[in-house]
Structure formats: C-alpha cells, structure tokens
C-alpha cells in the first residue's frame, strides 16, 4: 500500500516554485510509482493475484475553490495501467483518494490549527480505513479505479470525454468552428469514460 503526499495550503499556482514542485512530485507520483514498480515482479505476477493499492491526494478545496495539485494527476494514470495489465494475472490496482486527518496533517505547513482540529472530529482515518479493506477483498471484482473517501461518503472518481465538435467534412477544424460552436463544445451531454486513449467518442 503507497501512501503519502503533501501539500501546501493558501499558495497560488505562481507562488509554487521547481523546487516544492519537484518535491511534491517526487513524493506524489515517484513515491507510488516505485513501491509498486519494486513489488510488481517479486510479489504480483510471479505470484498470482494480489491487490497492490494506493492512497492518493484528491482535489484540494483551499478558500473555496477546488484546486488540483501539479504534482498529482501521474500517479492516477498509473493506477489505471497497473489495473490493466494486472488484471489478466489476477491482480487488481485501485486507489482511494482521502479527506482524513493523520499526523501527517500536523506537519504540513500552513494548515490553521482549527482546521487540523476540524478535520480530527470530521474526517477520521478510520471512516478511511474500510473503503481500502473493501477493495482488498476477493469479492469486490473492481480494478483501476479511484474512489474517493471521507466524512461517512464513499463516491467513484473519473475522468471523461465529451463528444465534442466534428467537422462536416471530416477534415481539420478551424478556430472560428470553435468559437462559433464553443457551446455545443463544451457541453457534458453524452459524457464517456473511456478506459483508454483507444475509447474516445
């Protein structure tokens, strides 16, 4: 099971300089990457099926607004490879993307000591704890997917697909399509969620 990541609240996608975002990504997407890159010859496909796991960051909410973290995003791809490529071995791949306070949080700087104090009584580890022994367990048949757990709700993340805008003709768009029909292009009717590039609508 990987699990770390860190963060720093109230900063501003410019106030993030390479060296924090090095370090986030090291830890966010190289620190999963690697746990599961060392165990997956010696313990997942010589052995049979297994259920290596992750637990990831999820969107940020800071000052109100739902924030993405640069650093993740990397390791929910590879969550889903893994979970592809385990799969005809019997191996499933699945992360849980938490809201739950650990010790963790105490260290992370700039979090205000009421919000550490608000998440130990809203968001214990142990609201957490059963969503990951779920997906362990043989008779949950779910693999590369992310669900994200805390505060008594249980909800699947994912990725989609509009269908987007095609020309009449079946050649390239031009910018005034887009901007002409910037409507009909971003709207969430007939949403996909392809498992791979190969799925787009």
Do not use: C, K
Request: glycine share 14%; hydrophobic share 40%.
């Amino acid at each position: 099971m990987a699990n770390a990541g860190i963060y720093r609240p109230g900063l501003d996608f410019t106030e993030i300089d390479e060296g924090l975002l090095e370090r986030m990504t090291a830890i966010h997407a190289f620190g999963a990457w690697r746990l599961v890159r060392a165990a997956w010859p010696l313990h997942g496909v010589r052995t049979g099926p297994g259920r290596p796991g992750h637990l990831g960051g999820r969107p940020v909410r800071d000052g109100g607004e739902r924030r993405v973290l640069p650093a993740q995003g990397g390791d929910r791809g590879a969550d889903a490879d893994a979970g592809r490529r385990g799969a005809p071995h019997g191996i499933r791949v699945n992360a849980g993307a938490p809201v739950a306070w650990s010790r963790m949080s105490t260290a992370t700087e700039g979090v205000p000591p009421e919000v550490l104090e608000r998440m130990r009584e809203e968001a214990p580890p142990e609201a957490v704890a059963p969503v990951v022994a779920a997906l362990l367990a043989d008779d949950v048949p779910v693999t590369g997917e992310v669900l994200s757990a805390g505060r008594g709700r249980v909800g699947r993340v994912l990725t989609g697909e509009t269908p987007g805008i095609r020309s009449a003709d079946g050649g390239p768009l031009l910018g005034q399509d887009l901007t002409e029909r910037i409507t009909e292009l971003l709207s969430v009717e007939g949403m996909v969620y392809p498992a791979s590039a190969h799925e787009t609508p």
